[in-house]
């Protein structure tokens, strides 16, 4: 199977930086794009950024110039840099890929979550 394992969450206050870093491991063969999400409570899941694997990005209206998303296609693994953070973006960040692995069809794939809090 494939893992998708999130880190860099935590508490920042307003105006700070976080990074978060996603590493795909396991049977994999290709990733086409890999992507973050965020859910607040109440909220429904969106998507925040994403990239494929030939660098083209997407980013939410609402992170535009503060995110920025890129990603290590040999270690399959996917950074998205925060700044300015706003309490808005206090979420829930998932990670996604969307998988080819070895031998499985291809699929998305989705980490744990890891938790980011902007409160002062």
């Known amino acids: 199977q494939v893992q998708l394992v999130e880190s860099g969450g935590g508490l920042v206050q307003p105006g700070g930086s976080l990074r978060l870093s996603c590493a795909a491991s396991?049977?994999?063969?290709?990733?086409?794009?890999m992507g973050w999400y965020r859910q607040a409570p109440g909220k429904q899941r969106e998507l925040v950024a994403a990239i494929t694997s030939g660098g083209s990005t997407h980013y939410a209206d609402s992170v535009k110039g503060r995110f920025t998303i890129s990603r290590d296609n040999a270690k399959n693994t996917v950074y998205l840099q925060m700044n300015s953070l706003k309490p808005e973006d206090t979420a829930v960040y998932y990670c996604n890929a969307d998988v080819t692995p070895r031998w499985a069809p291809r699929d998305d794939y989705w980490g744990q979550g890891t938790q980011v809090t902007v409160s002062s």
């Open positions: 396991g049977n994999i063969f290709s990733i086409y794009a």
